[in-house]
């Protein structure tokens, strides 16, 4: 069964940082572009970075731009969402996502896999 498992989440005041990774079991996605998604409560899932297949190609939503970093390490298949200066408003639980393409696309509509979900709470 194919997967991807989420770790890292959890609580931390504004200001603080956390760091999510992303690895895929069952098989490999090497050729896959991958994405971090979250959805707050009451809210609807939202792109917040994503990350081409050979690993230079990044893209981030407006409110996380010089806060947040995705990279990839395609030795062990890893991917990373580095968050820092965490405000409350990002509180939410955040997926990543897979998709067979050279780019990320923006909509979660267009991902074939997705992980469980780590929550993240930033209090103020």
């Known amino acids: 069964q194919v997967q991807l498992v989420e770790s890292g989440g959890g609580l931390v005041q504004a200001g603080g940082s956390l760091r999510l990774s992303c690895a895929p079991s069952?098989?490999?996605?090497?050729?896959?572009?991958m994405g971090w998604f979250r959805q707050a409560s009451g809210k609807e899932r939202e792109f917040v970075a994503g990350?081409?297949?050979?690993?230079?190609?990044?893209y981030y939503a407006e409110s996380v731009k010089g806060r947040f970093t995705i990279s990839r390490d395609n030795a062990p298949n890893t991917v990373f969402l580095q968050m820092n200066s965490l405000k409350p408003e990002d509180t939410a639980v955040y997926y990543c996502?897979?998709?067979?393409?050279?780019?990320?696309?923006?909509?979660?509509?267009?991902?074939?896999?997705w992980g469980q979900g780590t929550q993240v709470t930033v209090s103020s």
């Open positions: 990350v081409g297949w050979n690993g230079i190609n990044t």
């Open positions: 069952g098989r490999t996605f090497r050729n896959y572009a």
């Open positions: 996502a897979a998709v067979p393409r050279r780019l990320p696309p923006a909509s979660a509509n267009e991902y074939d896999y």
